[in-house]
T-cell receptor, first 114, second 112 residues
Framework: DTEVTQTPKHLVMGMTNKKSLKCEQHMGHRAMYWYKQKAKKPPELMFVYSYEKLSINESVPSRFSPECPNSSLLNLHLHALQPEDSALYLC?????????????FGSGTRLTVV | EDKVVQSPLSLVVHEGDTVTLNCSYEVTNFRSLLWYKQEKKAPTFLFMLTSSGIEKKSGRLSSILDKKELFSILNITATQTGDSAIYLCAVEGIQGAQKLVFGQGTRLTINP
């Protein structure tokens, strides 16, 4: 299995809703990431989990809450989002390579906040 | 602050042409530079260039890294319509390990 699987692929939610994005990988990667990508913009890092511990939070608003239940799963809990939070949310995982890290991205969840 | 700038932002060519995409960067304690192809959703990995691997080739695609001048190029020869995509360049610094900083991307369109 060489994939990162994200569900759902599309999500429409109201500003008062609570929803969760899910990400799963079975490649044995011990680092997992959430990126946010707005239309016609590059991905921007939100969170990094390393060995199931949060290692980087890029000053993301608290309405986004990440969770790493185990080494294969990564969740992003959403609550009280704003329309400007509409974006493609990408999950990634990585493994160490000589000189750096090899990253694998999922296909993303396209989120629309109404 | 780490920074990546790609050029051109958009490029339209005919099938069979050769294209060169540019990526310049500023990063503290450079570790690696990565190229990705993004069509609809997931960025797919193309190359990783490091201090010990400054030139990579795979089929019609090749890439070089100039650590002195702080840039990389991605070449695609004999382009095909399937090469149409956004090409993203990203860098990682040692201090920002596991933190990729992406450029704006180059939108490449190959017309038949």
């Amino acid at each position: 299995d060489t994939e990162v699987t994200q569900t759902p692929k599309h999500l429409v939610m109201g500003m008062t809703n609570k929803k969760s994005l899910k990400c799963e990988q079975h490649m044995g990667h011990r680092a997992m990431y959430w990126y946010k990508q707005k239309a016609k913009k590059p991905p921007e890092l939100m969170f990094v989990y390393s060995y199931e511990k949060l290692s980087i939070n890029e000053s993301v608003p608290s309405r986004f809450s990440p969770e790493c239940p185990n080494s294969s799963l990564l969740n992003l809990h959403l609550h009280a989002l704003q329309p400007e939070d509409s974006a493609l949310y990408l999950c990634a995982s990585s493994r160490p390579l000589e000189g750096g890290y090899g990253y694998t991205f999922g296909s993303g969840t396209r989120l629309t906040v109404v | 602050e780490d920074k990546v700038v790609q050029s051109p932002l958009s490029l339209v060519v005919h099938e069979g042409d050769t294209v060169t995409l540019n990526c310049s960067y500023e990063v503290t304690n450079f570790r690696s530079l990565l190229w990705y192809k993004q069509e609809k959703k997931a960025p797919t990995f193309l190359f990783m260039l490091t201090s010990s691997g400054i030139e990579k080739k795979s089929g019609r695609l090749s890439s070089i890294l100039d650590k002195k001048e702080l840039f990389s190029i991605l070449n695609i020869t004999a382009t095909q319509t399937g090469d149409s995509a956004i090409y993203l360049c990203a860098v990682e610094g040692i201090q920002g390990a596991q933190k990729l900083v992406f450029g704006q991307g180059t939108r490449l369109t190959i017309n038949p």
